[in-house]
Structure formats: C-alpha cells, structure tokens
C-alpha cells in the first residue's frame, strides 16, 4: 500500500512539473496559474503547495528537472571524454523544451522578477558544465576560461533567442560553423 502511494506522488509529482515546464514556455511565469498548472496536469491545484511550498519552488522543481534533463542528454557514456562543448550548445538550442529557458530569460532580467535567483543559479550551472568541457591549452593567451565560459553560453543563448523569435531568419548550422571558424583550434 505505502509503495502504490509513493508511486502515485511521484507520478503527480512528474505531471505538476511537466505541465508547468509546458505553461511556463507558453505563457511565462508570471502568467501562469495554479489552476492552469493543475488543468494541464489534470490534479488538483491544491496538490502544488502540497509537492512544491509555493510556485517558486515550483519553478526550481522545473528547472531543475530541466538542467538535469540537459546535462544528463549531454553526458558521455562512462569512460568517454565530454563532447565538444560548442556542438552540444548548438544541439541544445533544437531541443523541444527548451522554449523554456528564452521565456523565463525575459522575466529573469527584470530587477524585481521573483525568478531572477533561480534563473542565476541556472546559468551558473550552464556555465560550469561548459567550464569543465574547455580542454587544456585550446584558448588563445590572456583568454581565461571563465571568460571564454561567459562568451560561448552568452552567444548560444543570443542564437537561441533569434531562432525562437525568427526560425526562418537563422541558420542554426551556418551559425554554428561561424562560430566554430572563430574558435581556437585547441591543443594539437
């Protein structure tokens, strides 16, 4: 009996948190409701705060649901070295849900967003799965690693938003190609 109640609040749990990632893409933070969140996961709206506390721990459930969502799609098979870090930002951008990320960003950057703490952590995160991606020696002399960390996410992210605003507009693989020509070629 305890293990058929455990399941079923997980699986309430999975369904808030995938109907708010969904709603939060669409309508924003701010927007969206409780009562959206729970008609979209079709479970009561008093489950939220029961799961969450309240909608800010809601959305940290969702991004970190997401970054984890990310970071696990992008990990290599044991015993590989990572990937090249500029292909996976590239490959991220076409990723269904990451609609989510552009649409919290407009709400993140004002002063007062309710959001703007966890939105921070989240490109920290970003920031540090590129980090440790940078092999040794593949930067240009008097560029840090951080440095280049901030540029390539900070460029990805200006991608992202285009393509999301104007898909017709941008060429994601010519893009990536320019930004691969600009890039040092990395330890020999």
């Known amino acids: 009996m305890a293990t058929r109640r455990i399941e ?4 309430s749990r999975r369904l808030l948190v995938a ?3 969904e709603l939060f893409a669409e ?3 701010r927007q969206t409701s409780f009562i959206d969140i729970a008609e979209r996961a079709g479970i009561s709206r008093g489950s939220i705060p029961w799961h969450f506390g309240n909608k800010l721990g809601l959305l940290q459930a969702v991004l970190d649901d ?3 969502a990310v970071l696990t799609g992008f ?4 015993g590989e070295r990572p990937g090249d870090p500029l292909d996976q930002a590239m490959d991220f951008i076409r990723l269904p ?3 989510l990320f552009i649409t919290l960003l407009a709400e993140a950057v004002e002063a007062d967003s309710p959001i703007r703490e966890h939105y921070a952590r989240l490109h920290a995160a970003l920031r540090q799965e590129v980090l440790a991606r940078i092999p040794a020696g593949a930067l240009p002399p008097g560029t840090t690693p951080e440095a280049f960390t901030v540029l390539l996410v900070g460029a990805v992210i200006g991608v ?3 393509w999301r605003v104007a898909p017709e507009a941008v060429d994601l ?3 990536h190609t320019a930004i691969r020509a600009l890039l040092p070629a990395g330890p020999g």
């Open 27 to 29: 309508k924003g933070y």
């Open 173 to 175: 693989d010519a893009v």
């Open 8 to 11: 079923r609040t997980q699986e």
């Open 97 to 99: 849900g990451t609609r």
């Open 160 to 162: 992202h938003a285009q």
């Open 75 to 78: 990990a290599p098979p044991d």
């Open 66 to 68: 997401r970054l984890h």
């Open 19 to 21: 109907a708010a990632a």
